[in-house]
């Protein structure tokens, strides 16, 4: 059962209304009543909440990103327990749409319009790398852009770093141990996909990834399971961007190849190195 506006959580978050509900839990807008500051609240359902390793995530989630640091990164300003035995998280409330909704809007992104929210996102990512941590699962589900922030139109915001791992301590990480929650498919790269060694270029691929799409308008790898996605990510070349959008400018094509290059030695080795080639 959801929590219904006017109820008041930890004895000073009033809930205003749900915003959205998932399998694992709930995100409602909030208030807190001692400051009257609007804050996003995200609740775990109970039956989810009984899981160690969910919770732990959850948890990791909050202490990533004060970890990190970074003003591209989500805040998150509360944990507490519901008498229920659900677990919720105060993070801050934001006001825009994610990056799928703005791609499914407009379609296709030119390069002008890739480029600031690009250096945004690859801001927070080498925050997080070099805080030692890896997001895991970049995509635009988990990008959000600010319609207005501190006077800043297109603030972008990394989300989710729950399904992070501190990299010292995730060395032997496998797919036979996280499976497919750790990294959404179509954004995998061939090393997640092959269940090797990851680290802080698994995620500058699944930039690229994500820059593919903005620019054609769709993921470079499709398939009718998730074995044969797999597959194509491990073994097959994407459909040549100039293919689907010939007008796209080649020096720009050629930095999304390089950020999805199958072997890591070939890609960007740093997210400093990335934003510096897409600026």
Do not use: W
């Not at 989810?48 to 970074?70: N, P």
């Not at 690859?122 to 635009?140: M, S, V």
């Not at 689907?244 to 950020?259: E, K, S």
């Amino acid at each position: 059962m959801g929590l219904q506006p006017g109820e008041i959580l930890d004895g000073k978050y009033r809930i205003v209304r749900m915003i959205g509900e998932g399998g694992m839990g709930a995100v409602y807008e909030g208030e807190n009543t001692r400051i009257k500051r609007t804050v996003a609240i995200k609740v775990l359902h109970a039956a989810v909440a009984e899981k160690k390793d969910v919770v732990q995530r959850f948890e990791r989630e909050a202490q990533a990103a004060g970890r990190i640091g970074s003003e591209h990164i989500v805040e998150v300003l509360d944990l507490g327990n519901l008498p229920s035995g659900e677990r919720f998280m105060v993070m801050e409330f934001m006001d825009g749409e994610d990056l799928t909704g703005r791609i499914k809007r407009l379609g296709r992104l030119t390069p002008h319009q890739c480029v600031p929210l690009m250096h945004q996102v690859l801001e927070g990512l080498a925050a997080a790398h070099d805080a030692g941590i890896i997001h895991r699962d970049i995509k635009p589900d988990n990008i959000y852009i600010l319609d207005n922030k501190a006077g800043r139109s297109d603030f972008v915001k990394i989300l989710d770093v729950g399904v992070s791992k501190v990299s010292a301590l995730d060395e032997n990480m496998s797919m036979t141990r996280t499976g497919a929650v750790m990294g959404t498919p179509y954004y995998m790269s061939p090393e997640q996909a092959k269940g090797g060694k990851i680290d802080q270029r698994t995620d500058l691929y699944a930039m690229g990834v994500v820059l593919y799409q903005m620019v054609t308008g769709r993921v470079p790898f499709n398939a009718s399971s998730f074995n044969e996605l797999l597959f194509k990510i491990a073994l097959e070349a994407p459909e040549p961007i100039e293919q689907i959008v010939p007008d796209c400018p080649r020096d720009f094509v050629a930095i999304i190849n390089q950020a999805m290059a199958r072997e890591p030695e070939q890609r960007f080795q740093t997210a400093r190195d990335f934003q510096a080639a897409v600026d």
